[in-house]
């Protein structure tokens, strides 16, 4: 797959995959994400947004850290099969890279997942429900970390889990934060507003379509 600056393990293990050429979202949100700019997109799922989003986390966690035992990108996701999903999707696409991948949910146990975190990761992907659990009881060093990813925020805001996303953005301080929506929802806007720099860039697949 051809994108300015891709990690070339990335890429290789991208076009074995079969991922030669990027769709239009990745092209445009690559290079924004990998920029570090707090960044909001909504698109339709046949786009390519997971694999966007994958490929973002896998090269920002690549980049060089003084703390290999602290996580470097955290993913929000909205249940224990996407965290599952998306933790084989990330040995997949990350093979050979050396990036640490763990994944947590409702029904994996407590004391495995804190001690996990203090054996280090790389990527740390969960529910909302299970991430506020291990960081309300237990010190998160969030000084490495570069970015704050939620995927479906939209379905994750209707599921009224919006209390527990504001505790996790407070709780993770500054850093990048992306959030990927299949739809438009009202509470994103306020969400965005709290949670988000000035200065967030919002590209919505939907109005360009529309403009086309």
């Not at 933790?87 to 991948?101: T, Y």
């Not at 010190?139 to 939209?154: E, P």
């Amino acid at each position: 797959m051809k994108l300015k600056k891709i990690h070339p393990v990335l890429q290789n293990n991208l076009n074995q995959h079969g991922f030669v050429e990027p769709t239009i979202l990745q092209k445009s949100t690559f290079g924004r994400i990998k920029s570090g700019q707090d960044f909001v997109l909504i698109a339709p799922k046949e786009e390519g947004k997971t694999t966007a989003l994958l490929m973002a986390a896998l090269q920002r966690a690549d980049a060089p850290v003084d703390d290999m035992v602290s996580t470097r990108v955290l993913l929000v996701v909205r249940d224990k099969f996407e965290v599952e999903r998306l933790v084989e999707e990330f040995d997949r696409l990350g093979d050979k890279m050396g990036i640490r991948v763990y994944g947590v949910h409702d029904y994996t146990n407590l004391d495995d997942d804190k001690n996990q975190m203090s054996l280090g990761n790389d990527i740390l992907i969960g529910t909302a429900e299970r991430l506020n659990l291990m960081f309300s009881g237990a010190g998160f060093d969030v000084n490495q970390l570069k970015m704050y990813a939620i995927d479906d925020v939209d379905q994750q805001l209707r599921s009224r889990l919006e209390p527990r996303l504001y505790r996790l953005s407070e709780s993770i301080g500054k850093t990048q934060r992306v959030y990927f929506a299949t739809n438009y929802v009202e509470a994103l806007d306020m969400f965005v507003e709290k949670t988000m720099a000035e200065d967030v860039e919002w590209l919505d697949f939907y109005e360009d379509d529309e403009e086309e």
